[in-house]
């Protein structure tokens, strides 16, 4: 099923509040602010103006034209009857209230749910943030927008789901979309999983759940979107303490966490174990569909390498065995305190030619499926300067960078970015990275 | 024995090179740009002048009156020489220059350290990166330079070091000292450990090792250490290859994992497993000395809650289990929407008045040792409201803060950092800093 006229919508109308501050404002702001080229139609029975960046909208007393998309934030008693009467006009509700069954008004639940279905319209919610479609520039959500990219991040909570966003704001990651579910009245995970799965922009899935309402189609929708694109799973209320916590936080029942765990692995999704873990899986992901395990680690600086080839090996990746070929070429040029051997270790005067140079060499050795290049700069060498070399070493393979730390490399992790190659702060995170690249390889 | 000449220095000599970017001239200049205010005299047989931040500096030919510290940044051959002649001048030498045991030349190793014992000179080094006393404004190395606070970093390797400081300073960690020891000729980390462990501005101590060499001493060193303060260790070199890229490294033999292992448990060190997690440690141990294991989760979001919840209770710790009394007092004035059960959830609109009181509340109870904050603000509401709520709240336990993310919590997390407590970005991070604390409980 396309829900194109979510995520892509040509129209949208935002229903609720106009006053600075309120949800139905913050949304609208954000749908102007990010440069939604369709019609935007805010509504309020009161009427009236709103200005929002340098535009002035009239408020509609009521929708009287056809839209993709509602976006409602009105008291929840009211939802209903409004989803009754503007049902005829639009294709999807984007319902923002809250006071449904998650503070047990199921009645009331059923009762929206059944008006929408009545006139075949699709709702998302209720009791949750909002979507944004980053690549048709709509941002129908009260949450910070985020920048174009490959991640479709799906979450049951939309407090993380709005924490999720600004991390990956910090973190590099690009987006696709983003859909907080709240309640899953009626489109759930499975619906996203699905959906995402076919949709060009998205290169990978992020998926927060606490619980699902239908294990069977849940693993039927995973299996479907796993086989297309890697699906990141971070999965809450594994323990004792946060299974009960989340039972009364979202109403759902967490369940047995060994069989979520035997499901994600049956489907082929990745399961992450923190949430630092489902940027770094996405950050690579973003840039690879897959990598093998054999990994070769050039490094400028021992120690960190060390760190790296520890991880690598902790996790059951191969520290590569370069080939006598590749060793007598590196030989050929690399300073005699170098080490030829993996990880191979560049000392600290390492330069542009000298990264590039080992990176293509080391690279068409058939022994290497991925590398991991670390680079901590020493003060004569700016890292700009090795950054350039990673952008432009000739390597057909996946390349994992970890340069360090903080204003060290400032400049050249940026060079990096503006390059499409995400920088992992920590030897091990970028280890990490290659893990996950590897259990879909 | 006392290092305070090298840590508290009153006076330096700076050997070298002091051509702009020479390692010299880099040390010089953060010394002199750090605000140093004993004697600094650069030292090079050719004299002349040095101009460093607004400064002019006459460069001696010779030494010529005694120092507490020599920084030696010269060719390797030339320096068992040189610490011949000025050793009656001299308390200690930090020897930054390479090309001595570790690339072969053990013999001039030898001689430098002979010619220092005749004299009573203590060394550091050679090829390390010099260190720093953050209390004395004493900034001899070309590292990056950081904020006062109460963590000492020992690191066997420079570049690790150099990439921890950077890392450090992005972290809002605050250094009493830092020390790159290099080959060890003379001085090692047991020597540090043991200076460190009576230095009063020192609350916890940081060692990076791949390999030691006197075990025995070691062990009594990181137990006299780890019985007065919190020390933490990441060794490198644990698995097979990193083990082997270690030795061709710093070409100490970093020994079976297993044994060490057991050393650090037996001596009652903190060991972590990756350089994050080094900081988060360290973050948590310069706030607290320790803390109880029966943990209140409070949160104003529920899913960043249960993720709390499932990380705290996998790492071993216990979720308090709130006394009668405590649900009472919180229930009189939570909404009924808030969960008063253990994690306590204040729900999105949670204000200033709302979290303190909580946490003033939750903090008094019996059955709580330490409490864990989590903020996702919501858009109505700053970070910096609730940053202010709980430093300004009255608590006499541990409290390990998560605010997040990015922008959203910027304010906040500066506004805490202000005042002492530092954020941990993401749930899991803040309930493994509360397992450390744990650990010394």
């Known amino acids: 099923m396309s829900l194109d006229f979510f995520f892509y919508p040509k129209s949208v109308a935002v229903f609720g509040s106009f006053k600075k501050g309120a949800i139905a404002y913050e949304i609208l702001r954000n749908i102007v602010e990010g440069g ?4 935007i139609i805010p509504v309020n029975p009161k009427g009236g103006r709103v200005e929002v960046a340098g535009r002035t909208f009239r408020i509609r007393e009521k929708l009287e034209e ?6 409602i934030a009105i008291p929840a008693k009211f939802v209903p009857s409004l989803i009754d009467e503007i049902g005829p006009l639009i294709r999807g509700a984007v319902v923002i209230s809250a006071g449904f069954s998650e503070v047990g008004n199921e009645e009331l639940e059923r009762e929206m749910v059944e008006k929408a279905k009545k006139h075949g319209v699709r709702v998302i919610g209720p009791n949750c943030a ?38 990956g704001n910090d973190e590099g990651i690009g987006f696709s979309a983003f859909v907080s579910y709240g309640n899953a009245s009626d489109l759930n995970e499975s619906d ?30 995973l299996r479907y979107a796993s086989e297309r694109k890697p699906v990141i799973i971070l999965k809450a209320g594994k323990s004792e303490s946060g299974a009960k916590a989340a039972a009364s936080h979202t109403g759902s029942l967490a369940g047995s966490y060994e069989i979520y765990r035997a499901a ?78 993996n990880p191979v270790d560049l000392i600290a005067d390492a330069d542009y030619e000298r990264y590039k140079r ?30 350039k070399a990673v952008i432009e070493a000739k ?25 499409g190659i995400k920088n992992f702060p920590t030897p091990e995170r970028a280890a990490k990275a290659l893990r996950w690249l590897a259990l879909r390889g």
Do not use: W
């Open 36 to 39: 939604f080229e369709g019609k």
């Open 66 to 71: 056809p839209v993709d998309t509602a976006i």
């Open 130 to 167: 909002g979507i944004f479609g980053v690549h048709g520039k709509f941002f129908g959500s009260f949450e910070v927008r985020v920048n174009p990219g490959g991640l479709a991040l799906i979450s049951q909570s939309g407090a993380f789901g709005g924490a999720a966003l600004a991390m």
């Open 192 to 221: 996203f999983l699905e959906y995402f799965a076919d949709d060009e922009n998205t290169k990978a899935i992020a998926l927060y759940i606490e619980g699902v309402k239908e294990g069977r189609r849940f693993l039927k929708a």
């Open 264 to 341: 994600f692995k049956q489907a082929g999704a990745i399961e992450v174990e923190e949430m630092e873990e489902l940027f770094d899986a996405a950050k690579a992901f973003e840039m690879y569909p897959r990598a093998g395990k054999r990994i070769a680690v050039i490094t400028n600086s021992g120690g960190p390498g060390v760190l790296a080839t520890d991880k690598l090996e902790k996790l059951g990746l191969e520290i590569a065995k370069l080939s006598d070929e590749t060793v007598k070429e590196l030989r050929s040029f690399l300073p005699p305190q170098c080490s030829t051997r």
């Open 358 to 387: 080992t990176i293509e060499v080391v690279c068409k050795d058939e022994n290497v499926d991925a590398l991991l290049v670390i680079c901590v700069p020493p003060i004569f060498i700016p890292s700009e300067e090795i950054a």
């Open 395 to 419: 390597c057909d393979k996946p390349v994992v960078v970890n340069f360090m730390a903080g204003e060290l490399v400032r400049g050249g992790v940026k060079l990096l970015e503006e390059n």
